[in-house]
């Protein structure tokens, strides 16, 4: 989600792409409104699969998947104009569903175990753990805009995915234990993103009132 909240990129396999799962976008008027208006991003968009967007903190650059393909980054000059046809992202390596610091000089990715990686201006590296004994799997990370709280999704025994953070009091500390986010983890939600002022969480579950299979969702708070 860019920093401004006004809109927010997703995959689906809804009509009106070029086929398969696709990238979807949608905006709103202002970060108290709800998200309205979904197009698909067909300067993206292929006759393969794009899915797992990734967006850095100033909204100039999407990362995400394509199969087959590999990993694939999109461009523009400012968060007021569309994103630019897609090139491939080499600089990623392994990652995979990643999301970054502002400065995108970190890294944090993976799944079943989550891990951070380091920029050294050509692609990333030093990666190590995220948790020295993780609890169950984790995955699909996303970081605030401080990088002080990371939200990802866990399988803690027989539960089903529910989405958890970890905090850490500095950019340069490890991260602490985990725990749910208690007021989402009632039911079953994946894959978060947290909006840039930490105000909007968007997830997907199969919650009511969903309207069948999973479906988007929002969750939103006064302060950060």
């Not at 523009?76 to 491939?88: G, I, K, N």
């Not at 069948?212 to 708070?221: E, I, W, Y």
Request: net charge negative; with cysteine.
């Amino acid at each position: 989600m860019p920093p401004d909240g006004l809109t927010v990129i997703f995959v689906s396999n809804r009509p009106g792409g070029v086929g398969g799962y696709d990238l979807f976008e949608a905006t709103r008027a202002s970060p108290d409104a709800a998200f309205d208006n979904a197009a698909p991003m067909m300067q993206l968009n292929t006759s393969a699969d794009e899915y797992v967007p990734g967006i850095t903190h100033d909204g100039l650059t999407l990362y995400f998947e394509r199969y087959p393909g590999g990993h694939f980054k999109s461009t523009r000059t400012s968060t007021s104009l569309p994103f630019d046809v897609a090139v491939p992202a080499p600089e990623l390596g392994p990652l995979y569903a990643p999301t970054f610091t502002h400065d995108a000089n970190e890294a944090f990715w993976g799944h079943p175990t989550l891990y951070r990686a380091v920029y050294d201006g050509t692609t990333y590296v030093d990666q190590t753990q995220v948790f020295d004994t993780p609890e169950g799997e984790d995955g699909y990370p996303t970081l605030s805009s401080d990088a002080l709280t990371l939200y990802f999704v866990a399988v803690r025994g027989v539960d089903p995915l529910r989405i958890y953070q970890s905090t850490r009091p500095a950019i340069d500390a490890r991260f602490g234990p985990s725990a749910p986010v208690d007021e989402l983890s009632l039911e079953q939600s994946d894959d978060p993103e947290i909006s840039f002022d930490g105000r909007t969480l968007v997830f997907v579950s199969s919650r009511s009132p969903s309207k069948g299979g999973d479906d988007m969702f929002m969750s939103t708070r006064t302060c950060q």
